[in-house]
């Protein structure tokens, strides 16, 4: 992982790229701690280039936001990569969390990561070969890095992540058109049934979309031999069958 801290003005931006896993929690932790001044008074955690974040990562930022609080100053997590923001909506971080998107993030970004303003490097820039991606308490993000049946991973990573905004804010059914529109482009997108089928699950009349959609991801995932996605959806249809 390798985070990047620019300064400017009150504002401290932190761009985190890579796995953002137990290894690299203490000199992230040391990094933006040491960063941090009377002179901030607002701490922006860029996540649009996180590939992934695991049960400690997220332990960090609230330990990074419960900082914040003690010297009075503003945190809020920026434009959250679609698996990001899943992890943090089905842990419930997005209710202590302030998230910006869209324009709404740009505006507070501004001109912020000019080089000029760059205070830290930490860590070494990640691999460029997929990863894998392992579960984080009971929550398991198919890889979006692996692009499938030739439809531009793009669109369908930002379909996904549309979707997740949609749930943060309540609007289950825009969530679900919005992950039904990424399977629609392509059958096969893992990530979407995956989502799709947790968002179902939270209405009792959707049950039995619920059960359709875990029978999906099981059989997609035993097609392509993901054992890890394929016992999620075993666990989650054995309870839904109850």
């Known amino acids: 992982m390798t985070t990047r801290i620019y300064f400017s003005g009150n504002r401290l931006l932190v761009v985190i790229e890579g796995r953002f896993v137990l290894d690299e929690c203490e000199a992230f932790k040391k990094a933006v701690v040491a960063s941090l001044s009377p002179a901030v008074t607002h701490v922006l955690i860029d996540l649009s280039k996180n590939d992934f974040i695991d049960s400690s990562g997220l332990g960090t930022l609230v330990g990074l936001k419960m900082r914040t609080n003690q010297i009075k100053a503003r945190l809020t997590l920026i434009n959250p990569s679609p698996q990001t923001l899943e992890v943090l909506v089905m842990s419930k971080l ?137 016992e999620r959806a075993e666990r989650h249809l054995a309870t839904l069958r109850e």
């Not at 324009?103 to 990863?131: C, D, F, H, K, Y």
């Not at 039995?208 to 875990?214: G, P, Q």
């Open 94 to 230: 997005n209710e202590i969390f302030e998230i910006a998107t869209g324009q709404e993030a740009q505006n507070l970004i501004g001109g912020l990561a000019a080089e000029s303003n760059l205070v830290r490097t930490v860590g070494m820039p990640s691999s460029t070969a997929a990863p894998a991606i392992p579960s984080v308490e009971g929550l398991k993000i198919s890889d979006p890095t692996r692009p499938r049946d030739g439809v531009a991973d793009e669109v369908l990573q930002d379909l996904c992540r549309k979707a997740s905004e949609a749930l943060i804010r309540g609007n289950l059914d825009e969530s679900v058109r919005l992950y039904r529109e990424a399977i629609a482009r392509n059958a096969n997108y893992l990530p979407a049934h995956n989502n799709l089928a947790i968002v179902y699950e939270k209405r009792p009349e959707w049950r039995r979309l619920a059960i359709e959609e875990w029978e999906t991801v099981l059989r997609l995932s035993s097609q392509s031999g993901d054992l890890k996605d394929k």
